[in-house]
Structures are given as structure tokens and as C-alpha cells.
């Protein structure tokens, strides 16, 4: 009689199936989550999966830059190396690499309002998050990694390009000059506040993380939640049809 307890290929075969499905749950709800908010003009669901799918490629290539970026990064003197590590490597480099996407669906009839680069801001954020989450899942076999990770990194990323992202939809009906303006404003503040919130993480120490976690993030959040209450107030100005509809 064969045994009821799995066998290591059973193992294999549960976590190929199980990993993504836990990795991926945060990321899909929060998507699920912030996509509602786009009430009065949604934007198309293929679309927000594509971009969220372009925030797994983007982690992709980030992680397949990071051996080389790291090299450089050991040649940086001792004392500035964290500073380096959370700033530049980290940030500066993730939130180039996922504004590269939000750039491509600027220019597409659907990206019609400044809420939409809230929207598809938060795709890629959360779409980049998950699959780390997935490798942090890989590395350690603990599905509470991931619960975590949903209510704290995954988040962080959220705040991060999503506030790139509000500042790109601005942008995006705005003068040329103005419009880069905004553009490095958008990508400033998410570098900073990314490099800032792994600074105090990772090399701070125990206060430093708490600060991070329990205060720094709370702020990005309430922050992020303004810019999209900003923005919904101003759809009816970029969809007069579809309020006269609903009158």
C-alpha cells in the first residue's frame, strides 16, 4: 500500500504550485484593491495585468544587473557604502528600471487622466514586489514571509512608484517643460523615500527599522492615499461625458 506522506517529488511539485499562489496573493489583492478606485473611467483590465507582468520583467532585469552593480559597490569607501547600497544600487536603480514601462503606457489612449498613472504606477510596483516575494518565499519556505512582505515591502513599493506614477499622470497633461519638471520630481521622491525607508531598514539598526516600518511607511501611505483622492476629483474634469451619463 502506497504511503499517505508525500514524497520529495511530491514536495517539489506542491511548492512549484503553492509558492506562486502565496507570492503572488498580496500583490494580485492590492492590485484588486487599488484598481477600484478608478471608479468613474477604469482602465482596462488586460492592461493593468500587462503592466503588473512588465513589474515581474523589470525585477527580472534588476536582479540579473544586481552581481554587476555589486561589483562597483565594493570598491565604494566603508562609510558610504550603506548610504550607496540603499540610495543608488537599490533605489535608484529599481525605480528607473519601473518607470521604463510606466514611459511606454504614457503614450496609449487609455492613459487618459491623472489618476491613471496612479493606477498603473501601483501595477508595476506591485507586480515588481511579488516576484521578490516569490524569491524570498524560495529562500526560506515560510508562507508568513510573504504575509508579511504583503503588509510591509509590497506596500513600500506601492508608495513608491505609485507616487512616481502621480506625478508622471500630471505630467502627462502638461506643458513639455513642466512636464519634466514633473517627471524628475516623480522619480526623486521615489528614490529618496525608497533609499530611505531600506537605509533605515537594513543598516540602522532595530529602532531605525521600527521607524521604517511603523512610521516612514504610514506616511508614504497616507501620502499616496491624498494623491489618489487628489486625482479622483479631477476625473470628472477629463470624463464630462461619463458624469453626464451617470446624471
Known sequence: MRSMCPTPTDREGMEILQYPMVAFAPGLFWLWFLRRKDDLDPEPL???????VAGCAVALGVRSLRPELQVWLDEVP???????????????????????????VLRTRWFDEPL??????????????????????QMTG??????QRGFTAVLAHVAFTG???????????????????L?????????????????????GGRTSSLLSLLALLPLLLVLLAWKIQWARKRSPIFHP???AKER
Do not use: C, Q
Open 46 to 52: 488586460w492592461l493593468v495585468l500587462l503592466v503588473f
Open 78 to 104: 566603508t562609510r558610504w557604502r550603506p548610504w550607496t547600497d540603499a540610495f543608488v544600487v537599490t533605489a535608484l536603480v529599481e525605480e528607473l528600471a519601473k518607470l521604463l514601462p510606466l514611459l511606454l
Open 116 to 137: 491613471d498613472g496612479v493606477i498603473y504606477g501601483t501595477a508595476i510596483g506591485l507586480g515588481f514586489a511579488s516576484l521578490e516575494n516569490l524569491w524570498y518565499l
Open 142 to 147: 515560510e508562507n508568513s514571509i510573504a504575509v
Open 163 to 181: 507616487s512616481a506614477g502621480f506625478f508622471l499622470g500630471i505630467a502627462r497633461f502638461s506643458s513639455r517643460g513642466k512636464g519634466l519638471l
Open 183 to 203: 517627471l524628475t520630481m516623480g522619480l526623486s521622491f521615489a528614490t529618496l523615500f525608497h533609499g530611505l525607508y531600506d537605509y533605515l531598514l537594513l543598516f
Open 241 to 243: 461625458d461619463k458624469v
